[in-house]
């Protein structure tokens, strides 16, 4: 069964960054799509970026578009999400979930995942 471990979450400025962390284990990683969610206090859990398996295709929340990048690398099963211009908007706990799927499907729905990590909290505030 695969497991993800997410990372690098903390307390960020407005304009600052942050680079996340989604580390696997169990299965090779090269297998499964990634998707990047957000929950804040209060409101549903919202797709944020993903990946396929591949690493070929990437899709972005409108939201975060021109801000965020996903990035994937195989070799060490992780997954990360670089967020650049923070805004207290982006403020929440941040999963990773994986779908084992075809080298080019993604997806940002919540309920296309099958494999959720624990979240790492993202507060964006001066």
């Known amino acids: 069964q695969l497991q993800l471990v997410e990372s690098g979450g903390g307390l960020v400025q407005p304009g600052g960054s942050l680079r996340l962390s989604c580390a696997a284990s169990?299965?090779?990683?090269?297998?499964?799509?990634i998707g990047w969610f957000r929950q804040a206090t209060g409101k549903e859990r919202e797709g944020v970026s993903c990946?396929?398996?591949?690493?070929?295709?990437?899709d972005h929340a409108d939201s975060v578009k021109g801000r965020f990048a996903i990035s994937r690398d195989n070799s060490k099963n992780t997954v990360y999400l670089h967020m650049n211009s923070l805004k207290p908007e982006d403020t929440g706990i941040y999963y990773c979930?994986?779908?084992?799927?075809?080298?080019?499907?993604?997806?940002?729905?919540?309920?296309?995942?099958?494999?959720w990590g624990q979240g790492t909290q993202v507060t964006v505030s001066s």
């Open positions: 169990g299965f090779p990683l090269d297998y499964y799509a």
């Open positions: 979930a994986g779908k084992r799927a075809a080298r080019w499907y993604k997806s940002l729905g919540v309920l296309d995942y099958d494999y």
């Open positions: 990946i396929s398996s591949s690493g070929g295709s990437a």
